[in-house]
């Protein structure tokens, strides 16, 4: 009998239930490791697609979404690799938001003194950008990107944030202060508080101790990490079209 043959038998008597419960067993690590096999030679090809990637925004954002599914020995070499492709992204304010991306990847994956190296690099670069409003428009990504982490670990990009918003003249300063408030109510209500205090007076000063006094939070960041890009979404595709030319 051949090989393949062999293979269907077993396929055939393990559907019907005739196998013994140790060669069933057998077969079903031999599954395992195949699946194993597969799902390795997936990954490998879209990391090396990934890489190869001209476009620095989109290679980043490739490398970053490989490190969310990363062996972990591997988590932290592929967000360093998407954290250098951020840093080619044109001018600051786009190298932090694209620089979320592998932070978010690490913060996911509990590599908690990756986090923290890559969070002052990224900070550091926020810290030259140079309208007020640009700054307050970038910093919530970096806030996001580390809300799995501890309160206390979260706070100086926290810190950060606000100082931007106090120094932005706008009302998008206003937005994004009351959505931090309801967010960080989750967690520490007084602190929710002082931030409103904070807050110049307008209608989101208003609407947010309006919200608080009732208890109507947000209870997410201001991105989606799972769906909230086209890109994203893209890169599943890809995987998908990748498994299906193995």
Not at 88 to 109: F, K, M, N, S, T
Not at 149 to 171: E, I, Y
Not at 201 to 212: N, P, T
Not at 218 to 227: A, I, K, N, Q, R
């Amino acid at each position: 009998m051949s090989a393949a043959d062999e293979r269907a038998k077993h396929r055939t008597g393990l559907a019907r239930g005739r196998l013994p419960r140790k060669e069933r067993a057998g077969y079903a690590v031999d599954e395992r490791s195949e699946a194993l096999k597969a799902a390795t030679a997936v990954f490998d090809k879209a990391l090396q697609f990934s890489r190869k990637e001209p476009d620095a925004w989109h290679r980043c954002l490739y490398l970053a979404a490989m490190a969310r599914i990363a062996p972990d020995g591997l988590v932290a070499p592929i967000a360093a690799e998407a954290l250098v492709a951020a840093m080619h992204c044109g001018d600051e304010y786009r190298r932090v938001i694209a620089g979320a991306w592998p932070l978010r990847a690490l913060a996911e994956r509990r590599k908690s003194a990756d986090v923290q190296q890559m969070l002052a690099r990224l900070l550091d670069v926020a810290d030259h950008i140079e309208h007020p409003v640009c700054k307050a428009g970038a910093l919530p990504s970096l806030w996001t990107a580390v809300s799995p982490l501890t309160a206390k670990r979260k706070q100086p990009v926290l810190d950060s944030l606000l100082a931007a918003c106090q120094a932005a003249d706008s009302w998008k300063a206003g937005v994004i202060m009351q959505y931090v408030a309801l967010v960080v109510a989750n967690e520490d209500k007084p602190q929710a508080q002082r931030i409103i205090d904070s807050m110049r007076e307008s209608v989101y000063k208003r609407r947010a101790q309006k919200r608080l006094d009732v208890g109507q939070l947000e209870t997410s960041g201001l991105w989606d990490w799972t769906s909230r890009t086209q890109e994203l979404r893209s890169v599943h595709q890809m995987v998908e079209n990748w498994h299906g030319t193995l």
